[in-house]
């Protein structure tokens, strides 16, 4: 077989191929000395990043310009009107990272779910099946492919609104902890999201049923205390409300609860929601039939 | 050595439909190997499997010895799909459609092998282009040019002309045929039979998800070899109606075993006073064999 593939350009992968078919990671060794190579999860990440570039407009200037809208919004309505922390910090520095981080919790479910949706409608996902993609690789870069997303329209955010009331967070490690972290869960939620349903509109329910209300019912707008004792508690069952809160805390080092509880929560969250996932790739759930 | 894909009593089933019920096949390498059936004969059941997109209730799959399911990593590797439907990404123009695709298979500096494929493909000229900016003919064009990015040592192709016009359809095929000659397996399904007689060096026959035919081309049309009668006329014997292969309107396309048949049909018609508006007879051709195939096996 190799003899024969080698009076073709590019012979050294067919050669590759034939002569150790199994190389590992789908890399023959010829192409090794050509340069630097992507390997095949590597490439399905690049595509999903080139695919909300190529429309950033549409993913990363538009909910850009919508979490600004809320800014300017409920900060000149409530500005002198609401008390956070004791007046220990302005509602609009407050607003701020509760706005960063929505922003990054709603793209990042957004990249990975319409991704997913329109690859299952159209068709065009058998692109990514037919190659030798572990349920690994798939989940790493649909996933990263996300926090990518997610992080880059927060960080948007974060710089436009600086304008408006430039803080800057005192412990920022817990701050990019809580963005990776929250990044992560939506990017998982919205992968899984999208393998389930099968029309648009079933996305869409998800997204509008679920993932906006208890973005909303967050934190984003609010402290939790300046809530009655009933929500107060409702709020605690809500996972998206330890993401804000714990993102706020890497700003102001104050928060409605402590930091290490809220990490936890979302560590374990996102840890089962990734293994669920990863089981629902295993099988090819609504993938493969 | 081990057959380029191996089947081994494969079958699947859709809630109350037996896609496939028990398929053995086996295609050497470097054949030119036809897949026919007609439509939900369980073709496509059978090429999804083997791609890792459909799993059998039952049975195995093996692409040059490696299990499609139990070392499916290397099965994709040596395998090139050309999908019978006609999808692709909107957001990539063809040579990002092709580059994207080769990287999947880890393969990241090919462009000089891609640009091969768009010449061979006559796409040189809308590497550029957006995908949706591409007629049906050249987006299934792509479609071919995905399943070689990797340079597979097993090519299928479930209906890859389908759209594409005649000319381009020929240097296609001229393209193709190179690679089987370059030692690539082809394993092809198509409604086109002529194309499948002109390719195929052995061809299976499926039906109900069974295969019914299996042998050489060469083979399959001199044992089924025997006269075919194209005749229209207005009502046709009912003695006669089991020969039928095919009708179409008043046209009818009869099976004969001899020329003794011939005469006996005629008086038959003249018997009952049919007038016969044509009649010519034709040499056995694939598409007669599978008819006759496919009607036996019914």
Known sequence: MSAKLSAEPGADVGAAA????????????????????????????????????????????????????????????????????????GY???????????????????????????SKITGNLIFVLLPPLSPL???????????????????????????????????????????????????????????????????AAFQNFLIMPLTFLSGVFY????????????????????????FRYGFFGLSDIEPGLSLAVIAVSCASLSGLTLWVLKRGYKLRH | MSAAVEIVDVARRFGTVQALAGVDLAVEEGEFFGLLGPNGAGKTTLISILAGLTRADRGTARVLGHDVVTDYR??????????????????????????????YFGLSNNDAWIDEILHHLDLASKADANMRALSGGMKRRVLVGQALVHKPPV??????????????????????????????????TTHYLEEAEALCGRIAMLKAGKVVALDTTQNLLSSFAGLTVRLTVSTLPDAWRERVLRHEGATYLLSLTSYAELESLLSALRAQGVTIAELAMQEADLEQVFLRIMKRAA
């Open chain 1, 18 to 89: 034939a002569a150790d078919p199994g190389a590992s990671a789908g890399i023959e060794p010829g192409w090794h000395r050509s340069g630097w190579h992507r390997s095949g999860w590597q490439t399905l990440l690049y595509k999903e990043l080139l695919r909300f570039w190529k429309v950033s407009f549409q993913t990363i200037l538009a909910p850009m310009l919508t979490a600004l809208l809320y800014l300017l919004i409920f900060s000149h309505v409530l500005e002198s009107r609401v008390s956070v922390f004791d007046g220990r910090v």
């Open chain 1, 137 to 203: 690789d798939l989940f790493g870069a649909y996933v990263v492919g996300a926090m990518v997303r997610g992080l880059s329209v927060g960080l948007g955010v974060f710089l436009v609104t600086l304008w408006f009331a430039p803080i800057a967070p005192t412990h920022p490690f817990w701050a990019l902890a809580f963005a990776l972290l929250g990044s992560m869960i939506l990017g998982v939620l919205g992968l899984l999201a999208g393998i389930w349903a099968d029309k648009f509109d079933q996305l």
């Open chain 1, 223 to 246: 402290s939790i205390h300046s809530l009655p004792p009933f929500w107060q508690a409702l709020s605690h069952f809500n996972p998206f409300f330890y993401m804000i809160d714990g």
């Open chain 2, 155 to 188: 090519i299928v192709l479930d209906e890859p002309t389908a759209g594409v016009d005649v000319e381009l359809r020929q240097s296609l095929w001229g393209f193709i045929r190179k690679l089987n000659r370059d030692g690539h397996t082809i394993i092809l």
């Open chain 1, 92 to 118: 609009t520095a407050f607003l701020i990272p509760g706005l960063v981080m929505m922003s990054v919790l709603q793209n990042a479910f957004a990249n990975s779910s319409s991704s997913m949706i329109q």
């Open chain 2, 74 to 103: 290397r099965a994709r590797r040596l395998l090139g799909v050309v999908p019978q439907e006609l999808v692709f990404d909107p957001f990539f123009t063809v040579r990002e459609t092709l580059r994207i695709q080769a990287g």
